[in-house]
C-alpha cells in the first residue's frame, strides 16, 4: 500500500461491469491508484455501492494509495438479476466472479471487505476458496435464525408453507420483495459456524461491530470469534449498524488492519508494497 496520499478527482472512480458466472452484469466503481493491490468491498442486505460505508472505505483505501472496488450484487443497485432473499452462497460465488476478474488483469487483491450481510458473503468466500489473506467482516450477523421474525412477522415459517411465499412491505404498504420458502431455507441452512471454522488459520480475519448497533446485536462479534481462527474483534463503542457517526473510526481501524498485514511473514499472505500503517489490532474496544 503506498505510503503517500492519492489526490483523489471523479477519473480516478471509473465504472466497471463484471459478468457473474449466471451472465448477469455486476456494475461496480472502481476507485482507481494505479496500484497493483485491489481491495474489494461488498455492501449488505437490500444495499448497494453507494451506500455510505461502502463509498467511505473505498475512499479510505483510494486516499492512502491502494484501489478499491466497490460493487452491487444482483437484484441490488444498477446490477441485473432479481432481488433474492437469503443469497448468501450464490453471492460469495458473485464475489469469486469479481476477483477472478481484477486477477485475469494482474491485480492482487489484498483484502475482501463486507458490510452486515456483505461480512458473512466474504466469511464464506474465504471458507471455500482460502486465497485471500486478508478479510474484514463488518456487522456480520452470526445467527442468521435471528432477525427474520423482525422482517417476515410471527409464525413466517408455516405461512410460507401454508401460501408459498410472503411479501415484505415497507411502513407505507409499499411491496419491497417476496420470500419463497426455497429462499428462506437457503438462509436458514447456511451454517455460519461451519464456514467459519473452515476459514484457513493464515487468513487473518477482522470483526468489527458497532456497540449501538439495533440491526445486528453486538454480541454476534463475540460468536463470530469463538470459531474464527484467527480473528480479531474491535468493537466501535456508540457506533450504529451503519457507523452513521462514526465513519473515521470505521476507516481507520479497517486501513490498519488491513496495512499490518505487510508486516507478516507467512507465506501464504500477499504482502502490501511501502505501507507506512502499522495496525496493531487486539480484541478490543474503540
Known amino acids: ?11 480516478d472512480r471509473k465504472r466497471v461491469v463484471i459478468d457473474n458466472y449466471n451472465g ?3 456494475v461496480g466503481i472502481l476507485h482507481e491508484t ?9 455492501h449488505g442486505f437490500q444495499s448497494w455501492k453507494e451506500r455510505i460505508p461502502m463509498i467511505n472505505l473505498a475512499a479510505a483505501f483510494q486516499r492512502q494509495g491502494t484501489s478499491a472496488y466497490r460493487f452491487d450484487f444482483p437484484g441490488n443497485g444498477e446490477s441485473q438479476g432479481s432481488f433474492q432473499y437469503g443469497n448468501y452462497r450464490r453471492e460469495a460465488e458473485d464475489l469469486r466472479a469479481v476477483v477472478q476478474y481484477f486477477r485475469a488483469k494482474e491485480r492482487l487483491i489484498t483484502a475482501i471487505i463486507g458490510h452486515s450481510k456483505g461480512g458473512n458473503v466474504v466469511l464464506l468466500y474465504a471458507s471455500k476458496y482460502k486465497d485471500i489473506p486478508v478479510v474484514v467482516n463488518i456487522s456480520g450477523r452470526f445467527d442468521l435464525e435471528r432477525g427474520i421474525e423482525g422482517r417476515l412477522g410471527q409464525n413466517y415459517l408455516q405461512r410460507i408453507r401454508q401460501n408459498g411465499f410472503i411479501d415484505v412491505r415497507n411502513k407505507k404498504g409499499k411491496f419491497e420483495y417476496r420470500v419463497t420458502e426455497e429462499s428462506l ?7 455460519t459456524r461451519a464456514a467459519c471454522l473452515m476459514i484457513h488459520q493464515d487468513c487473518r480475519v477482522l470483526t468489527v461491530h458497532g456497540s449501538m448497533d439495533k440491526i445486528v446485536p453486538a454480541e454476534d462479534a463475540m460468536e463470530f470469534d469463538k470459531f474464527i481462527p484467527n480473528n480479531k474483534v474491535l468493537i466501535i463503542e456508540g457506533a450504529d449498524h451503519e457507523y452513521t ?9 479497517v486501513l490498519d488492519f488491513v496495512c ?8 501464504t499472505h500477499i504482502e502490501l508494497p511501502s505501507c507506512t500503517r502499522a495496525g496493531n489490532l487486539i480484541n478490543s474496544r474503540i
Open 260 to 267: 499490518s498485514n505487510c508486516q507478516s511473514d507467512g507465506n
Open 185 to 191: 431455507m437457503d438462509r436458514l441452512t447456511t451454517d
Open 34 to 42: 494505479g496500484s497493483k493491490d485491489v481491495v474489494i468491498v461488498c
Open 245 to 253: 457517526s462514526h465513519q473515521d473510526e470505521l476507516a481507520s481501524a
Open 1 to 11: 500500500m503506498s505510503s503517500r496520499s492519492h489526490q483523489i478527482s471523479e477519473i
Open 24 to 26: 448477469e452484469k455486476l
